[in-house]
């Protein structure tokens, strides 16, 4: 069998990272879609006594420890959990740890994810003191029902509340989240969602598909078969109505789930998606340096232990460069969720073989409007004139290839994996 030296495939690592992530992990409950690492805080007001003090100064020590590696920060990103449930002052330590170990840059993206219900007008303003300059708004839905069914613990009178305070504080560049094909989600609810996400205001809309995780809520009443997904037609339904909508609302949909208006597409996930290097801090934070992808522990005793051992072996990153052939999956599951797609320049080292693989396999689904091959001054090219040489860049059709995007990629993968 070949191996990615023979094919070609070169393995030199990113640049250094300018985006960091950090991983706030305090919820007030968990919702019944969500696995992700968290802690379960209840619905008291948290202070930095105690154990949420604790997880923030463990998060400085681990970013005092890192090595700066020559590039300031031109995006960093406080993700959740629901980090407007963290006290200012531990935002504020937070982000002076990351400014003194790694330097922000004077015009970076700094975000944060809030939930409607754990912040006001006071607050908001705090943060931008503190120049956080983006702001991502978990909605899910609009309505009532469904964010009970969901586990949620906001409701609507809340989202009314946040969207009044973004507007006060005159924020701009602010996303609102919506989650589509959520259990019992009529087409007149995702409509009612996307009408009322657009009166909100906001410049980028995210709309999620639900992903069904093992070990939640949901996967076991779905086991139980009591879940009522929406049909699978009815949720490509919701797809292409989004994409309709929020494109003619001027809104660039620039990632399968993501529409910004020109000038407010997240700088942040963008790195993410072109598959570039990033740090991460915090306890199931994953990182991405030196070509090596390392995930922290998801609980915190267990994060506060590999911290130790991290600070005491001087932290270097373990772990091996993420192999050439994965590192061009990786790049290819990545890109392709952008609706620019992605360049030959774009997939690390990719050699004339790997090409042409990847040509044959995207051009038999030529029957279908799912891809399209652009040359190198951005003209589209016909059927008959794609070629490695002829080709540029290639991306999926929006909707209809964006809707079928885990069948193109699982043939992609099968293709490459077998070269
Ligand atoms: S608020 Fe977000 S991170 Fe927290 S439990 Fe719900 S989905 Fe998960």
């Not at 604790?54 to 629901?82: K, M, N, R």
């Not at 990153?317 to 999956?329: C, D, H, M, Q, T």
Request: charge should be negative; charged fraction near 20%.
């Amino acid at each position: 069998m070949a191996t990615s030296s023979d094919r070609g495939l070169g393995s030199a690592p990113p640049p250094p990272p300018t985006a960091a992530y950090i991983h706030i992990p305090f919820c007030r409950q968990r919702c019944f879609y969500c696995d992700f690492p968290i802690a379960v805080t209840g619905f008291q007001s948290l202070t930095l006594d105690g154990w949420v003090g604790e997880y923030v100064e463990a998060v400085c020590q681990e970013i005092a420890g890192q090595q700066y590696l020559g590039l300031p920060l031109s995006t960093v990103f406080f993700g959740g959990g629901t980090p407007s449930l963290l006290p200012i002052a531990g935002l504020e330590k937070i982000l002076a740890a990351v400014d003194k170990s790694l330097g922000i840059a004077p015009a970076a993206e700094i975000s944060m994810e809030i939930d409607p219900g754990t912040f006001d007008q006071a607050q908001l303003h705090s943060y931008k003191n503190l120049g956080i300059n983006r702001f991502s708004l978990g909605v899910q839905a609009f309505q009532d029902n469904l964010l009970t069914l969901c586990g949620r613990h906001h409701r609507r009178r809340d989202i009314d509340q946040a969207i009044m305070a973004i507007a006060k504080e005159n924020i701009t560049n602010w996303s609102l989240d919506l989650i589509a094909g959520l259990p019992e989600q009529t087409t007149a609810d995702w409509h009612s969602s996307l009408s009322l996400a657009l009166e909100a205001g906001p410049n980028h809309i995210s709309c999620y598909d639900l992903v069904l995780e093992p070990q939640t809520v949901f996967d076991k009443w779905e086991q139980r078969g009591k879940l009522a997904l929406p049909p699978s037609e009815r949720s490509a339904n919701f797809y292409r109505h989004a994409q309709q909508a929020l494109t003619q609302a001027s809104f660039h949909h620039y990632e399968i789930s993501n529409y910004g208006r020109p000038g407010y597409e997240c700088r942040h996930n963008q790195i993410y998606w072109r598959n570039l290097s990033y740090y991460g801090f915090g306890m199931g934070a994953t990182s991405y340096i030196d070509g090596k992808r390392f995930g922290r522990p998801r609980t915190r005793n267990d994060y506060y232990q590999w911290l130790e051992f991290w600070l005491n072996q001087g932290g270097i990153i373990p772990g091996e460069r993420v192999a050439p052939l994965e590192n061009l999956l990786e790049s290819l599951m990545l890109g392709l969720r952008l609706t620019a797609g992605v360049t030959w320049e774009q997939l690390p080292a990719t050699s004339a073989g790997a090409k042409q693989t990847i040509l044959a396999t995207l051009t038999s689904f030529g029957d279908r409007p799912w891809l399209e091959f652009y040359e190198r001054n951005n003209e589209l090219l016909s059927p008959e004139k794609i070629t490695t040489a002829a080709v540029q860049r290639f991306c999926l059709t929006d909707p209809e290839g964006m809707l079928y995007s885990n069948q193109i990629l699982s043939a992609l993968f099968a293709a490459l994996e077998e070269d």
